[in-house]
């Protein structure tokens, strides 16, 4: 289970640790800079890396969102991205915004979440 190394990070529940897992699995797996999972409003979880091809570009949590609408998910109830960076890019702000996700955990290559983003009203 994730836990915070710090008084200042979110503490998670189950599911979103669960997410942590998952997008630090797919991070290592593909070897990328990032990774990220989503749970759909039905509990199913989908899980990507960075995709970097000459003829394809997609952040790890757009690739997660891809993933999710080609399994036919209509709603997403949570996002996390695993890596580096401190915050969020725009491009995957929005294609989690564009299902409806109510919140995307950040956090570092350690799997310590580091901050929460909350996404409502955003859709």
């Known amino acids: 289970m994730t836990r915070a190394a710090d008084q200042n990070a ?3 529940n ?3 640790a669960k997410l942590v897992t998952l997008a630090r699995g797919a991070r290592g ?7 990220a999972a989503v749970r759909d409003d039905d509990g199913r979880t ?3 890396a960075t995709v970097a ?12 969102v891809a993933m999710a609408v080609a399994s036919g998910a209509q709603e997403l109830e949570a996002a996390v991205v695993v890596g580096p960076s401190a915050e969020i890019d725009a491009a995957s702000h929005a294609a989690a915004a ?3 996700a109510g919140l995307v955990i950040l956090a570092g290559p350690d799997g310590v979440a580091r901050q929460r983003i909350h996404l409502a009203g955003d859709r």
């Open 29 to 35: 797996r593909a070897g990328a800079a990032e990774g």
């Open 10 to 12: 979110p503490e998670l």
């Open 14 to 16: 189950p599911e979103d």
């Open 53 to 64: 091809l000459p003829s394809l570009t997609l952040t790890a949590l757009q690739a997660a």
């Open 46 to 48: 989908y899980a990507a």
């Open 98 to 100: 564009d299902l409806g």
